[in-house]
């Protein structure tokens, strides 16, 4: 089976401007989470999808939203984009809750 | 909360030598899921190792495992036979069903030739 797919690897965008990113998960795969990973505050979690509902959220502002489509394909949006949003982006997918999650290779994205 | 604590944020070891990476979790759940994930430079996250908490066996994947002390809310992951391709950071991770991944800090692991 293919992996987690993400699209687009590298990012550059300036503030005040929004960004979106893709995730495939893996075939078969219904649950996807989204990960803010930077050297300062590691890995945090930013929220799940399981079915096209979001099942769990983390503790960002609501600048950050996320979506799943009907083919678990996932996409997670920031919009008025600041310095600190500057981060490897992952997402992980898994067959059925957060059993166990396989992540994509990230989006790591710069903010000028 | 539920919390993961890696103790040690940084590890050297020899090549073929064996190393133990600390993990240290808190919960008041009875059912849940632990992991070690390892994120080599490339800075992909690849699945090292999973021990579900229901299982009092500990969990071995070739060079790795596990040493899962349930009372002490302890998850060491051990590594055996040391090899260069192990240099990576490791993070430990919790989970309990219905419920986010909770990673811990990691810990950054060299391998010395």
């Known amino acids: 089976k293919a992996g987690v797919t993400q699209t687009p690897r590298y990012l550059i965008k300036t503030r005040g401007q929004q960004v979106t990113l893709s995730c495939s998960p893996i075939?078969?795969?219904?649950?996807v989470s989204w990960y803010q990973q930077t050297p300062g505050q590691g890995l945090q979690f930013l929220f799940e999808?399981?079915?096209?509902?979001?099942?769990n959220k983390g503790n960002f502002p609501g600048r950050f939203s996320g979506r799943q489509f009907s083919n678990s394909r996932s996409e997670m949006n920031v919009s008025t984009l600041e310095l600190g949003d500057s981060a490897l982006y992952l997402c992980?997918?898994?067959?059925?809750?957060?059993?166990?999650?396989?992540f994509g290779p990230g989006t790591r994205l710069l903010v000028l | 909360a539920q919390t993961v604590t890696q103790s040690q944020p940084e590890m050297s070891v020899q090549e073929a030598e064996t190393v133990t990476l600390s993990c240290t979790y808190d919960?008041?759940?009875?059912?849940?899921?632990l992991f070690w994930y390892k994120q080599p430079p490339s800075r992909q996250m690849i699945l090292v190792i999973r021990?579900?908490?229901?299982?009092?066996q500990n969990a071995t994947e070739n060079r790795f495992s596990v040493n899962f002390q349930k009372a002490a809310k302890s998850f060491s992951l051990k590594i055996s036979d040391s090899q260069l391709g192990d240099t990576a950071m490791y993070f430990c991770?919790?989970?309990?069903?219905?419920?986010?991944?909770?990673f811990g800090p990691g810990t950054r692991l060299s391998v010395l030739p």
């Open positions: 999808y399981f079915s096209e509902t979001q099942r």
């Open positions: 992980a997918s898994s067959p059925q809750g957060p059993r166990t999650q396989y």
């Open positions: 991770a919790f989970a309990h069903y219905g419920q986010n991944f909770v």
């Open positions: 075939s078969g795969h219904r649950s």
């Open positions: 021990q579900e908490a229901y299982k009092q």
């Open positions: 919960t008041s759940e009875n059912n849940y899921y």
